[in-house]
């Protein structure tokens, strides 16, 4: 069941991301074509065509698979119930298909870019830097796990909670300066630096993956999220029934 | 392939208390006629059947384990139910594949069948459907699937009299083909009278009949005479409801007439049929005023 659920899924999602892609990808071969007539140098076409695609590629695999994390809590999470898939098996095959469409998607284009891009512009930024790559597949994660998470909690109260979430983000907000950054600062005292300014952590090449700071952020923005997530997928039911029952009896 | 029991089944929406203690016992390869007032609860019972929503307190026990957590994956129970848990946009071939997919099989032969016969083309979306045909289709997956029990609630919601009578003819075709357990919950009593092998009726939060269709009929009586007769007839049986119109005087039962009561011969004895029995016995006390 899990197979046939994670199949369910990747097929959707690979159907979007193929579609977009194509969508991008011939947008920004016109948009060359263009430009070279108008500019009459067909040199630009051969030399930035390469990065415009895989930039392009990459981009818009990133926002769709971003834009889906927000999307793929509701009909999925019902199809599933209804053919007998578990809560949990549907959540987890949801983060396998997202976190791991993310990653094929960044394996396939951000190499390519990286390469066309340094082969350019040798002595700026290197874009291979293994650091660079795990810190921008990090903080898009962050943005995943941040859109599971509000897409979740949307989804188990459905339309009527928008307030209840603004509330619920004072809240915690308000009880995670007040509580546990304290407690953090004291442990670690250079927390704050790293929360508050992720220029904190230094430029790339001073990254050390053996600081605490580091994956306390990473607790912070990405596992604590998908744990939320989790637990409002666990209490979600099928579509309008406990909104419908509130509201008639 | 065991039964499907609910063990002291309670579901609460709040304060409202919408099933109270509830104790059923399905059993396999019969059909069921659920049968309630609007808000009787039939849909939450088989909301919570389906593991689509959950009981506040008691269990649904599934061969001998008990259902009561979110997860339990039972793929042999399906829930048709009137909320629409396609994606829209999708296609109608498209839904068939999915479900293909999450349910490893898929009775293709009998989907054709059913789609060509009530003209419905696969190509069209879900939000291209009236209300009738999502009723339709919904119902041809319901019956396509593995399941071994299949819960239909309202799947004649939206119907025309043709399409209903159609929809029946492949109930019980998708029954004969493959026994297995299908549980109706519908408005229209009269016409699934002849369908189904077992009724339960859910009355204030409660089963008040739960009982095979010939043990209903069979206790359902209409007695008509002269008032007095007919009440000393009545005297001790489990009387729903009685009228009076001109002289005739007719008191609505729902019991085993006693072997041992002499019959007047100024009263007229006849069964009642499933829709009038299924009126008496879920009227309420200030309907039988008007």
């Not at chain 1, 990808?25 to 390469?50: C, W």
């Not at chain 1, 744990?227 to 997928?233: E, H, I, L, M, N």
């Not at chain 2, 339990?72 to 629409?84: A, G, K, R, T």
Request: glycine letters at 6%.
């Amino acid at each position: 069941m899990f197979k046939a659920m994670l199949k369910y899924r990747l097929t959707a999602i690979w159907r979007d991301l193929i579609i977009a892609f194509l969508i991008i990808e011939a947008f920004m071969i016109i948009t060359e074509i263009i430009l070279s007539i108008k500019l009459a140098d067909f040199s630009v076409l051969s030399s930035t065509l390469g990065i415009s695609l895989a930039a392009g590629g990459l981009i818009v695999t990133q926002a769709d698979l971003i834009i889906l994390s927000f999307t793929t809590a509701r009909k999925p999470f019902d199809f599933g119930i209804l053919n007998g898939i578990s809560r949990k098996t549907s959540y987890i095959t949801q983060l396998v298909s997202l976190f791991g469409s993310q990653l094929v998607t960044f394996v396939i284009f951000y190499p390519i870019m990286g390469i066309l891009f340094n082969s350019r512009y040798s002595g700026t930024t290197n874009l291979l830097d293994p650091k660079m790559i795990i810190v921008i597949i990090l903080g898009i994660w962050s943005i995943m796990a941040g859109a599971i998470a509000i897409s979740s909690f949307v989804t188990l109260f459905e339309r009527k909670i928008w307030w209840v979430v603004l509330g619920a983000w004072l809240v915690v907000s308000k009880l995670f300066e007040a509580y546990i950054q304290p407690v953090i600062v004291n442990l670690l005292p250079g927390w704050q630096n790293y929360y508050n300014d992720f220029s904190g952590m230094g430029s790339i090449d001073e990254l050390d993956f053996g600081q605490p700071y580091l994956w306390l952020i990473v607790l912070v923005s990405i596992v604590i999220p998908l744990v939320f997530a989790g637990v409002c997928q666990y209490f979600m039911q099928t579509k309008r029934l406990t909104l419908s029952f509130k509201r008639n009896k | 392939m065991s039964n499907l029991e609910t063990k002291h089944l309670t579901k609460k929406f709040g304060n409202q208390v919408v099933l109270d203690d509830l104790n059923l016992n399905l059993k396999p390869n019969t059909i069921y006629a659920l049968l309630g007032r609007n808000g009787a609860g039939k849909s939450t019972l088989l909301s919570i059947l389906a593991n689509h929503i959950f009981a506040s307190s008691g269990s649904v026990v599934w061969q001998d384990k008990e259902l009561t957590g979110r997860d339990h994956p039972v793929q042999e129970f399906y829930l048709m139910s009137e909320h629409n848990l396609f994606n829209k946009s999708d296609s109608l071939k498209n839904i068939i594949k999915k479900t293909t997919l999450l349910q490893g099989t898929f009775d293709q032969t009998l989907a054709d069948e059913m789609l060509l016969a009530f003209k419905l083309d696969p190509k069209k979306k879900v939000s291209q459907l009236s209300t009738g045909y999502r009723t339709i289709f919904k119902t041809i997956v319901a019956l396509s699937v593995p399941a071994e029990y299949v819960f239909l609630d309202e799947p004649i919601l939206g119907l025309d009299a043709n399409h209903r009578v159609m929809l029946y003819r492949y109930i019980l075709k998708a029954y004969e083909n493959r026994a297995r357990t299908i549980v109706l919950s519908t408005h229209l009593v009269e016409e699934i009278a002849n369908l189904v092998a077992h009724i339960l009726i859910l009355k204030d939060v409660k089963i008040i009949v739960d009982s095979d269709v010939e043990d209903l009929l069979a206790k359902s009586y209409q007695i008509s005479g002269p008032k007095e007769e007919v009440q000393l007839y009545c005297q001790g049986l489990q009387i729903l409801d009685d009228e009076q119109i001109g002289t005739l005087y007719t008191c609505y039962i729902y019991a085993d007439l006693p072997a041992n009561r002499i019959i007047p011969d100024s009263i007229v004895i006849k069964h009642s049929d499933l829709q009038d029995s299924f009126i008496k016995l879920t009227e309420e006390e200030r309907e039988l005023n008007v």
